[in-house]
């Protein structure tokens, strides 16, 4: 939609940033009767990472879409969902793939750890984010919002009664609120000297990245394991080593995929890795010569973008609201894309945001008090973040310890899935936005532990095992020893559904298979402690009930996915390969 003209329009809102953070926040404003302009330095398609999805995030755009009224956002919840209806350049996600490697030596098939993402919940996704933004981005459109493209907004004039934004163009914009979700060249942040100097963060990180082709799936290069119920490639695989991780985040990953494309990116610990003198492909060549499985993979590919190579990645913000702003996103801050927590942690701040922007515009009123929750919320997802990295990376210089804190890791996700899961179905049956409450305080994000909650004990689990991390960062734990402890932990917690294996050390694959749904659901009734249990079984069944009900899911892309896997009665399912000439 055209803009209503140079400083003579007051708008309601201002967003800074048109990526998917910035797009659906203004989808949803603008879908509930809010004058929103949308504003960018650039023009889509636009090469941005943040690519892969995990089930929290997914059951949030469920959320956001409904309480909102935007179905489109539940197009992006499912892969099934986002190839048929917006793009089929996107890869599918089955699974979290870790592949703990030794500098030197060919990975070992015991060292190795596997998260099974459940199909009863969604199918993940590999976003190709110059589709999918360009598209979140239309739909915002759609509803009414307002687009200034290729006009960075050069400074802000925050007044009493209104913002003025001023761009590069010489225009101007004004609005009664503005929220910045640009990224790290944040106007306001540098405005407004919101950077902590140094940053708060224990995380320490830098990166380089690039999309390949031709790269090769691990399942064909690497040793013969046991097997897993999905292939490597049919996931996130993060090759693991001491100080640092690598994604391989395929789009081509399934019969019917159109992108020959790969993400590869190395994120790296620079106390540890320093930058070398030499170029990031140089750097990328020298790295793959130090892990033979891994350049394996790369034998014949080739990069197909500009490299990209940063210094340490950490910065974090004094405050993300004031006086008729918030930052929020990438703007606010950012810790490390391990584990993907991008994309989720940006799905919470915009449910939290959107409503609290609705009712500041309805009664005129954007008093700071009204946002001082997304203060506390911002700062609490970074922190939660930096201590789950931070821990991570520590673990990553010993596999007994990463085959520990894997576990700790997939406790939190299976926790916190259950909440978001039973949260969602709650709403949808009584459409009483007091049932979404538990999610703008959650449980698993507070760092003080209150002694009345009934969950304390995991809290306290996730505490003791974060310092025993910790205490081996500085070198007053050995790794073995509180691996060991972990171990000890896990074995005796009552809170813990023993289906998934998280006790068991020698356990690689954690999966919910029917069976162990079923086991899990009988332990929930009988033998887990009282509110643990009601989060376990209303977490698996509220939703399941939903899972076919009408504009959930594509049952019947669902079906063409897999019968497009069959060799000859899915062959008209899926793209020829190019002719060769």
Known sequence: MADKGDGDHLYDVAIV????????????????????????????????????????????????????????????????????????????????????????KRQLPGERTHFQIPKVLNTENHYFRQDIDSWMLTVAV??????????????????????????????????????????????????????????RFKHHSRTLFNHFTGVRPFDDVGLPDSGFPTKWHEGTLHHLFRGGWMWIIPFDNHPRATNPLCSVGI??????????????????????????????????????????????????????????????????????????????????????????????????????????HMQELEQGLLDFN???????????????????????????????????NRTYARFLATRDTAALEPLEHAWWRGKAIPEESPYAPVLELLREVSEACQAVQRKELDA????????????????????????????????????????????????????????THEGLTLFMKKRVGKGEFEISEEFKHLVAGWPMVGRSLRVPAPTKY
């Open 17 to 104: 940033g048109s990526g998917v953070a910035g797009s659906i926040l203004a989808a949803c404003l603008a879908r509930n009767g809010a004058d929103v302009v949308l504003i960018d330095a650039d023009t889509h398609p636009k090469f941005t990472i943040g690519e892969s999805t995990i089930p929290f995030t997914s059951m949030m755009m469920r959320l956001v879409a409904e309480r909102y009224g935007v179905p489109e956002i539940k197009h992006l919840s499912t892969f099934e969902g986002v190839y048929a209806n917006i793009t089929t350049q996107c890869g599918v996600k089955r699974n979290f793939g870790f592949l703990y490697h030794r500098e030197g």
């Open 142 to 199: 759609k509803y009414g919002t307002h687009v200034r493209q290729q006009q960075p907004v050069v400074d802000v004039d925050l007044g009493s009664d209104e913002v003025t934004l001023k761009l590069a163009t010489g225009a101007s914009v004004r609005a009664k609120f503005i929220v910045d979700a640009s990224g790290y060249r944040s106007v306001l942040a540098r405005k407004l000297s919101l950077r902590e100097e140094p940053t």
């Open 267 to 372: 994120q790296l610990d620079p106390r540890l890795h320093p930058e070398p003198d030499c170029s990031a492909e140089e750097e990328f060549r020298r790295f793959l010569a130090r892990f033979p499985d891994v350049a394996a993979q790369f034998t014949g590919a080739r990069p197909v973008r500009s490299w990209v190579r940063t210094g340490r990645l950490q910065y974090s913000p004094r405050q993300t609201v004031g006086h008729r702003w918030c930052l929020t996103s990438h703007a606010a801050g950012f810790i490390d894309p391990l584990f993907s927590r991008g994309m989720s942690n940006t799905m919470e701040t915009v449910h939290a945001l959107t409503h609290r922007l609705l009712d500041a515009i309805r009664d005129n009123d954007f008093s700071v008090e009204r946002f001082a």
């Open 386 to 420: 930096d201590d789950l990295c931070a821990n991570a990376y520590t673990s990553f210089g010993d596999w007994r310890l990463w085959n520990a804190w894997f576990r700790i890791w997939a406790l939190g996700q299976i926790m916190a899935t259950f909440e978001v």
């Open 480 to 535: 073995g020893a509180a691996a060991n402890a972990i171990h000890e932990r896990l074995r005796k917690a009552d809170f813990i559904p023993p289906a998934f294996g998280l006790a068991d050390p020698d356990r690689q694959c954690i999966d919910a298979s029917v069976l162990g749904i079923l086991n899990t659901l009988r332990w929930a009734k009988r033998k887990a402690p009282p509110e643990i249990g009601k989060l």
